[in-house]
Every structure is written in structure tokens, then in C-alpha cells.
């Protein structure tokens, strides 16, 4: 995302999941409000992202998706995943691909995490 609020509020979730973890109150309002950031550049695989992944720490009080291995996609279409990062991580992960959307692996990487939270 361009928008240097959107930046900054980046920067303090990441932050905030450093100090604290996966602090429920605080997060699901930061990433409502970097939603609200995404729905105004008109990025539509953001929002969907940030919505799905409040949803499901909303309903797991944590963030079970595991990260991606760099790993290519297997030929069935599985995704290979790396279940040993912890929750933590793998959410500063997803949030920190949003800085740079101009990255097309970042945005691969945010499709797959749309789809491993759509299944979830």
C-alpha cells in the first residue's frame, strides 16, 4: 500500500505483535482499520485478506494459518506449508506483504493465504 497511514498502521501492528503477540483487542481493530485504508486505494485482494484474517482471529483468538514454504506448489495444487512458524510470525508475515504490493511475489503470496483462510 502507497498510503503512508496505511504504512505507519503496518509498522505498529508489527510492532505491537512483537511486544505483545496476538493481543486480540488491540489487532482486530488495527486491521479493521488498515481495511479500511485497503477498501480506499481500491485493492480488493487486501480487503479480503484483512477481513478473513480478523474473522479468524476473531474465532480462534489467534492466527492458526501456517506460513508458506518457499517451496513451488506441488503438482496436486497443494500449497506446501510450514507448520513449525509460530502464529505470530506467520501473521507478521501476511501483514508485512501488504507493504509492498508492487511485488508480484507478495501478491501471490497474499492469494495463497486468502484461499489457506477461505479453507480453514
Do not use: C, W
Not at 16 to 38: F, H, P, S, V
Not at 76 to 82: A, L, Q, S
Amino acid at each position: 500500500m502507497e498510503n503512508k497511514k496505511a504504512i505507519k498502521l503496518i509498522d505498529k501492528i508489527l510492532k505491537n505483535l512483537d511486544k505483545t503477540g496476538i493481543n486480540t483487542d488491540t489487532l482486530i481493530e488495527d486491521i479493521k482499520e488498515l481495511r479500511t485504508y485497503a477498501l480506499e486505494a481500491q485493492i480488493p485482494l487486501v480487503v479480503k485478506v484483512l477481513r478473513l484474517t480478523y474473522e479468524h482471529i476473531e474465532a480462534t483468538e489467534s492466527f492458526m494459518i501456517p506460513m508458506l514454504d518457499d517451496e513451488p506448489i506441488e503438482e496436486d495444487g497443494t500449497v506446501e506449508t510450514n507448520d513449525e512458524v509460530s502464529p505470530v510470525e506467520s501473521l507478521k508475515y501476511v501483514i508485512a506483504l501488504m507493504k509492498n504490493l508492487n511485488n508480484k511475489g507478495n501478491v501471490s503470496d497474499l492469494k495463497e493465504y486468502r484461499d489457506l483462510l477461505n479453507n480453514y
